[in-house]
Structures are given as structure tokens and as C-alpha cells.
């Protein structure tokens, strides 16, 4: 059977949860697959190399810089899954800030804590075979991703944004209807529309899509009366150096 | 005099949730430290909530913990809401009760039978438990998913829901839509039934809490999701008064924060919410409670699987009613007006106490932000643990009396990536 490994970096454990919870498929999946390595759910650890290999969380410190390299070195595929491992997760916002200075609002010690000024992508590390977003992941998307990798084919995971799945859920348009500020046009689908499900705009937890138009819907976020001060922060959370990055590139 | 050294490791802890080590040094006989290392990466939440509106505090801080994040959803709008006395409609309250039942049903049904069972039937997970007990195994993915279905119906989303805000909820769901909810929680309350005759049936090693309980505690029901503190000591205190009490320090080993009460060591979490708030809990949870064996409080860790099956039970039975009394909330949200202030906010995560504290300017931005969460709260009773277990146990095999650490750590469900922070043992004899 092929073996399938779980590796967490920093993180707050969901993305990899997120396997657990697929009630009704776990158990048919642990009958496709070895679970060799999973510290979350076992206290069995199988040794490597492993087909394929789920990594959640970012880089934040030099031990951890290391350790992704070994489970890149043991790892047939490896797939990031969730914003921290593809973006940094809000972490990341230590990057626009000093670190130093975080470091010592929250201890007192500060010289007891090793970490890295940034906290940096899984990809910024080491080759990734496929990257799965969001904040947490979506588990459909998830059992999607697994499958495919055993059967040696593509995920078939849409690079479109979650306007698209607003659309065929049949939902009326926060942000046209009620005039509420939605990330919706530029944000990769995958959620399958959460917040306008529930009146609620968009709030980014996929990260931008391919080509994503940041100047366009940032005018719109502002006739809709937020000042730059709240159009830094929507875009400033759990994926942040991936819309800044988005924000550097033409759109398509 | 003979000089004995013995040196036992486990480079990483399984079945918790998080990244640490443990390090325990015996020399000739006798324990001499036992250390709760937790070196998962740092996160700065505090740091970063400064400067953002009150509003993201909600969908911030439940990024801290993929497994309770309505916990800290909910102590950040009940420290917010509390600093500018924002009037909350009882339908409203209700409707988040319901919402963190099912994180309870959820994470206590995930600990059972995914992280805790396990131990006491000698297997390295609960896949390898389905090849012997398959029905078993399924009846804890049905509770689990259960508690999950209330998360997404109710909050949107199972992980870090989308629904919750300050003053209550984006959308209220309608009671059409909460009544298939009520199917699915009748089937699991004999679930949740027979998962507590289950796990009363397991053997349990001897050991006696010996430090103070505290839990939040509330007037009208069993608390959960809001209320002011209790302990075993001192009658009661006000949750704004809580960092008058608690106090935390760091230490060398450790990226979480220790806390201590009343400059003492303390536990919060399920054992400290059973024996203190008993008498709150429905006559069918207390009934089941009795037929296991429990008595009215619960002093030995390793039955705190007993006391979280119970707990299952209440939150069923507490979810079913909330929906069977079910108003719709019309507006879904009261509307905060932003003032200077400071707010406190507790709530019981599935694991223990969770305290958020803010400061917040005229705008309703962050100005300051203190979040004590349940792991760093417990983790000085856990280490004590470990130093009396090791103590009583030193005739053990290295393999046996490292298995028994382990044990006793995951019997408090400590969720380190909240605080902050995983597991490495090793166990230092010299």
C-alpha cells in the first residue's frame, strides 16, 4: 500500500484536523493507504521514504528550516496544505514588522525564544508538488488532492475565484445587493462561498486566485467607504504575503 | 554507593495537539525534575492584535487553535462585548451555546476516541482500534461528526466558523434549518449513552490530584461559554479581577507561559468543571456519571475520559434543547458602540479556561491584548503529575514507564499549538 505522511510546522493543527475530519471516509482511507507517519492521531511512526507527504504550517525557526529539507529528502510528493504552509499564515505579518518587538510584548524573556524574523512558505524552502489552499483547507478539496496523487493524476482543484462558487451556489451578491465589502472577485474558490452564505463578505482565507485584479476591487472597497487604514488590514490576515505579492504583479 | 544513570527518550509525543518534549532526571531514585518542554514555534498573537479593529479579533484568534476555535471566538467577544457593556439578546446567547456544544461534542468525541482510547486498549491509534472494533470506531465518527454538523450549520464552518461576530451572528439560521440538526443529535445522544458505559469499563492507574481546580462558573447553567470564576479554595471572583489572580511567568524550557493562581499551581478542564460545577449538570448526565462509577467530584486524571463522555452527554442534551426552545434571532446581532475601555472574556475550551483580555481605543481598535489559554493554565499540574507518576512508578521498564508519561500527559488533552507551543520525552535517569 502506499504510504501517506502528516507533518505539522507552525501552525494551529486544523489543516491536518481536518483529515480527521472526514468522518466517513477516514477509515476507508486507512484501508487504502499506510498512515505512516500522523503524530496527531498515532503514536505509531512508520520509517521513510513516503509517497506522499501532507506538510501544514511555515518556516519560523532555524530548527524547522532544517527539518522541512528532511521531510522534503523522504517525501515522493509533497503537498502543502493550508495558508500557513503556502503563505506564511497570519504569522507572517512578523515580516512587515519587527520581530524583536513582538518577540517581547508577548514574553517577558525574550532571549529564551529562538525565532526566524520571517515566517516564510513550505515552496520558499524546498520544491512543492502541489500547493492546497485555504484557512483552514477544505476537506472535499483535501480527499481530492490524496486521491489524486495515489492515482498518479492532477488534483482537479479550480484556480478560479470563490465569485464563481457564489454564483453556482445561487447566493445574491453581498457586496452588489447590500453594499458589503467582499474579497470575493479576487479570492482562489475552494470554500465553496461560506461567508456570503451567510451576509457576510469574503474575508480572503484562500489567498489570492491566479491573476486576481487588486486594483480594480480595491477601488470598489473603497467607493464602498473603507479608508486605507481597513483596505491595509482585509488584506493583511492569514494570507497576507500572498496578496502582497498579488498586489506587486499586472493583472491578467 | 552505587551511582545509577538510565536515559529514556521519545522524540515526539503523538496524540496531542502540538509540538513538545518532555524531560524528566532521576538521580539515584528519586525524581528530581520533570519538565513539560514545549518548543512549538511562537506565533506572537498578542503582538499583532494590536492596531486591528475589534471586529477581526473574532476571526484572528480563532487562527490560534484549529480544535477550539469557538473558544477563543467566544472569549474575544464576551472581553470586547464586556468593555462596552453591549446589550446581548437571550436568543442570541442561546444560539452561541449551541454553537460551542458542538465544539464540545466534537473535540471531547475526537480526544475519546481518536487520542484517548487508545492508551487504555493498547493501540497506537484509533485506525489500528477499527480493524478489532470497527462499530466502535464508527460510533466515535458519528459523535465527532454530530458535534461537527452543529459547527457548520450554526457557524458556517467546522474550523475557524464564519458566522460568529461581536454582538452575535452574521445570519441566524431558521428553525427549519436547525431541525434536521435534532434527528442527528437524538441518534447521538445514545452515542454519547453508550460511549460513557464504554469508557467506565476501562482500567484506570491510581492517581490523586493534588492542587487547586478552577473553571468558570455560572449562575444559570453548567458553564461553558460565559460566566465569572470559580476554585476549589476560594468561593468565587469576578472574570475581571483574573490577572489579579493569575499570574504568568516564563521559563527556560518552554515557548508557552506558565500561570499560576495565587502564586500556586492549578488545573482548569474538565475534571475542574465536574467537581465544581456538578450539581448543574442535567439528571441524565448525573445519572450516567453515577452508573460509571464517577462520584460527585473526580480527582484521578486518568478518568477524565469518563467526566469528558459525560460531558458529551450534557452537550447533547443542551444542544437538543436549545434547538427544541429555538427563537430566531431578528436582528441576528446587537450592534456594538466602539468606546476607550477594557474588556475581560472567559469561556470553558473543551481542554480548560480560556481568558482574552483587551484594551480598546474610542475607533474600537486594539490597543493591548492578553490571551491566557488552557494548556499553559495546566501545565505546571501536569508536570506534577508526571514527577508523582514517575515516582511511584520507578520499578517500571523504560518502555513501560515512558508509555505511562505519555498517558499521563494526553489525559489533559493539552493543545499546544495554543499555547503556543510539542513533545519530546526524555526521561533522564542518573
Redesign the interface.
Known amino acids: 500500500m502506499p504510504s501517506l505522511a502528516v507533518w505539522?510546522?507552525?501552525?494551529?493543527?486544523?489543516?491536518?484536523?481536518?483529515l480527521?475530519?472526514c468522518?466517513?471516509e477516514?477509515?476507508t482511507l486507512?484501508g487504502q493507504v499506510t498512515?505512516a507517519h500522523?503524530?496527531?492521531?498515532?503514536?505509531?511512526?512508520l520509517p521513510g521514504p513516503y509517497d506522499v507527504s501532507l506538510v501544514e504550517g511555515s518556516i519560523?525557526?532555524p530548527a524547522?528550516a532544517e527539518r522541512i529539507r528532511q521531510v522534503r529528502e523522504q517525501s515522493r510528493v509533497l503537498v502543502t496544505i493550508g495558508a500557513c504552509a503556502t503563505a506564511g499564515?497570519?504569522?507572517a505579518?512578523?515580516n512587515f514588522?519587527d520581530?524583536e518587538?513582538?518577540?517581547s510584548?508577548?514574553?517577558?524573556?525574550p532571549e529564551?525564544?529562538e525565532?526566524l524574523a520571517t515566517?516564510t512558505p513550505i515552496a520558499a524552502h524546498v520544491p512543492v508538488d502541489f500547493e492546497l489552499r485555504g484557512?483552514?483547507i477544505d476537506k472535499r478539496q483535501l480527499l481530492e488532492v490524496i486521491s489524486a496523487f495515489l492515482a498518479g493524476r492532477k488534483p482537479d482543484i479550480p484556480d478560479t475565484s470563490v465569485c464563481t462558487e457564489c454564483k453556482r451556489r445561487g447566493l445574491t451578491c453581498v457586496m452588489v445587493a447590500d453594499g458589503t465589502p467582499c474579497l470575493g472577485p479576487v479570492t482562489h474558490a475552494g470554500?465553496g462561498a461560506?461567508?456570503p452564505?451567510?451576509?457576510?463578505g469574503c474575508?480572503g482565507?484562500f489567498g489570492p486566485m491566479t491573476g486576481a485584479n487588486l486594483p480594480a476591487l480595491t477601488g470598489q472597497l473603497r467607493r464602498l467607504g473603507m479608508d486605507d487604514t481597513?483596505v491595509g488590514?482585509v488584506f493583511a490576515?492569514?494570507n497576507v504575503t500572498a496578496f502582497r505579492e498579488a498586489d506587486n504583479e499586472p493583472p491578467h | 554507593m552505587s551511582h545509577r544513570t538510565r536515559q529514556l527518550r521519545v522524540s515526539?509525543?503523538?496524540?496531542?495537539?502540538?509540538?513538545g518534549a518532555l524531560r524528566i532526571v532521576v538521580a539515584d531514585g528519586h525524581v528530581e525534575d520533570a519538565q513539560l518542554e514545549i518548543y512549538?514555534?511562537?506565533?506572537?498573537?498578542?503582538?499583532?492584535l494590536?492596531g486591528?479593529?475589534f471586529r477581526?479579533a473574532v476571526?484572528?484568534t480563532s487562527?490560534?487553535?484549529?480544535?477550539c476555535?469557538v473558544a477563543y471566538q467566544t472569549s474575544a467577544w464576551n472581553a470586547i462585548e464586556d468593555a462596552w457593556q453591549v446589550p446581548v439578546d437571550d436568543r442570541i446567547s442561546a444560539l452561541r451555546r449551541l454553537l460551542y456544544c458542538g465544539e464540545w461534542i466534537s473535540s471531547h468525541a475526537?480526544h475519546i476516541y481518536?487520542?484517548h482510547a487508545?492508551d487504555f486498549l493498547g493501540y497506537?491509534?484509533?485506525?489500528?482500534l477499527?480493524r478489532d472494533q470497527?462499530p466502535t470506531?464508527?460510533r466515535g465518527?458519528?459523535l465527532?461528526?454530530a458535534g461537527?454538523a452543529i459547527l457548520e450549520l450554526v457557524g458556517?464552518?467546522?474550523?475557524?466558523p464564519?458566522?460568529p461576530?461581536v454582538g452575535g451572528?452574521?445570519?441566524a439560521p431558521t428553525a427549519a434549518e436547525l431541525a434536521p440538526l435534532a434527528e442527528r443529535l437524538r441518534h447521538a445522544l445514545d452515542d454519547a449513552l453508550t460511549t460513557v458505559r464504554w469508557v467506565a469499563g476501562f482500567d484506570f492507574p491510581e492517581l490523586q490530584l493534588d492542587c487547586e481546580l478552577a473553571a468558570v462558573h455560572h449562575p444559570g447553567h453548567y458553564a461553558i461559554e460565559q460566566g465569572d470564576l470559580v476554585t476549589t479554595t476560594r468561593s468565587s471572583f469576578p472574570r475581571r479581577d483574573f490577572l489579579e489572580h493569575v499570574t504568568e511567568?516564563?521559563?527556560?524550557h518552554s515557548?508557552a507561559?506558565y500561570a499560576e493562581l495565587d502564586g500556586r499551581r492549578y488545573l482548569t478542564g474538565p475534571l475542574a468543571r465536574y467537581s465544581l460545577n456538578f450539581a448543574q449538570l442535567s439528571p441524565l448526565a448525573r445519572d450516567a456519571a453515577a452508573a460509571a462509577g464517577l462520584e460527585a467530584t473526580c480527582g484521578n486524571p486518568f478518568r477524565s475520559i469518563v467526566v469528558r463522555a459525560v460531558e458529551t452527554v450534557y452537550a447533547v442534551e443542551e444542544a437538543l434543547r436549545i434547538i427544541g426552545s429555538y427563537d430566531r434571532p431578528d436582528p441576528p446581532a446587537a450592534d456594538p458602540t466602539p468606546g476607550a475601555g477594557i474588556g475581560h472574556g472567559v469561556s470553558e475550551a473543551p481542554r480548560g479556561l480560556l481568558y482574552h483580555r483587551y484594551e480598546l481605543d474610542a475607533e474600537g481598535v486594539i490597543r493591548d491584548a492578553t490571551i491566557i489559554p488552557p494548556t499553559s493554565q495546566n501545565q505546571a499540574a501536569i508536570e506534577n503529575d508526571l514527577r508523582r507518576i514517575v515516582s511511584a512508578n520507578l520499578g517500571l521498564e523504560d518502555a513501560a514507564l515512558t508509555s505511562l508519561c505519555?498517558r499521563t500527559i494526553r489525559n489533559y488533552d493539552p493543545?499546544i499549538?495554543c499555547s503556543?507551543h510539542?513533545l519530546d520525552l526524555t526521561v533522564e535517569h542518573r
Open positions: 505539522k510546522f507552525a501552525s494551529c493543527d486544523g489543516c491536518q484536523l481536518t480527521l475530519d468522518e466517513d477516514l477509515l486507512a498512515i500522523f503524530l496527531e492521531a498515532s503514536s505509531q511512526v519560523t525557526t524547522d499564515g497570519i504569522q505579518l512578523r514588522a520581530v518587538q513582538f518577540r510584548v508577548v514574553y517577558a524573556r529564551y525564544i525565532t515566517s484557512c483552514p470554500c461560506l461567508c452564505a451567510v451576509a457576510r474575508y482565507c481597513a488590514r490576515t492569514f | 515526539s509525543l503523538a496524540r496531542v495537539e502540538g509540538e512549538e514555534p511562537p506565533r506572537f498573537f498578542e503582538a499583532f494590536r486591528r479593529a477581526e476571526d484572528i487562527r490560534i487553535c484549529g480544535i476555535p475526537l481518536l487520542l487508545p497506537p491509534d484509533a485506525v489500528a477499527a470497527r470506531v464508527e465518527l458519528a465527532k461528526k461537527n458556517g464552518r467546522a474550523i475557524h464564519v458566522n461576530r451572528f452574521h445570519r511567568r516564563q521559563v527556560p515557548t507561559l505519555e493543545c499549538s503556543a510539542f
